[in-house]
């Protein structure tokens, strides 16, 4: 399963190529549950709670949209949990 794509976005003043990041969703999503996150909480931390393992945060930023290079969850939001 891919991740990530890197986009190209332009050259920086010292004349360096600027990439952007972005999350990659390649399967239909099905749901676990759902979890309200508190103000600023790190999708790591949500990813242990539900998964025992944080290096799953970016299954529920593709889950919830959240595919700018967030890792904080907006403030009150309720996430969407989808199984592995």
């Known amino acids: 399963m891919v991740k990530y794509q ?3 976005i332009r ?3 010292l ?5 952007a990041t ?3 969703s390649d399967k239909p999503v099905r749901i676990l549950t759902t979890y309200t996150a508190i103000a600023y909480e790190r999708l ?5 709670k539900f998964y025992g393992d944080p290096k799953y945060w970016y299954v529920i930023a593709r889950a919830n949209n959240l595919s ?3 890792f904080h969850a907006p403030p009150g939001i309720t996430l969407i949990i989808p199984e592995l």
């Open 11 to 13: 050259k920086s003043r």
């Open 68 to 70: 700018n290079g967030v």
């Open 15 to 19: 004349g360096k190529t600027v990439y």
């Open 22 to 24: 972005r999350l990659l």
């Open 44 to 48: 790591d931390n949500v990813a242990y």
């Open 6 to 8: 890197e986009l190209k």
